[in-house]
């Protein structure tokens, strides 16, 4: 009974990162072309692989404003990277920048649960911060090249359908 009770409340904790339908729904509501929605949002996943958590929603405003680009579709791409998904995607982007621009030397695993302090973490990092930055550019524009095709042609599929109207 409590054991279902904490996946009720984990469900309903986590449900915001997993609502496809909610984020769809917001930006299929959105009046605006679905090439400007759809590059904003391929925009959006792009700023959501910058590397510093926290900072990709800044980022996405002032992205928005300076190039008048679509706010609501920009920060619901760059919310592609959140607390369950950034260590799948930065470790792709990682893999990808250390098999593209490979450093000398080999890769120790990272020793994790060690009590390390900030500056042992960043000596651990330091020698292969420029593959995982190359990295997280080269897979974050992948993404969001990739999600622009797929969002401008289910909004334009869409529209058509619907002959304009909205659910």
Sequence with gaps: MRKLAYLRLMRRKLHKYFDVR????????L???????ALSFG????????????VQTVLSLGGAWLFRLNAVAVVSGSLITNPLTFLPFYGLAFKVGSWLFPQPGEIEPFPL?????????LAFVKPH????????????TA?????????????????SGNNGKSK
């Design 22 to 29: 909610g984020v769809l729904r917001r930006l299929l509501s």
């Design 31 to 37: 009046n605006d072309s679905a090439h400007h929605i």
């Design 43 to 54: 925009i959006g996943v792009v700023i959501g692989f910058v590397p510093i958590l926290g």
């Design 113 to 121: 649960g060690s009590g390390m302090d900030l500056e042992q973490v």
């Design 129 to 140: 911060l420029v593959e995982f930055l190359l990295g997280c550019a080269i897979v974050g």
């Design 143 to 159: 993404f969001g090249v990739i999600f622009y095709f797929l969002l401008r042609s289910f909004i334009i599929r869409y529209r």
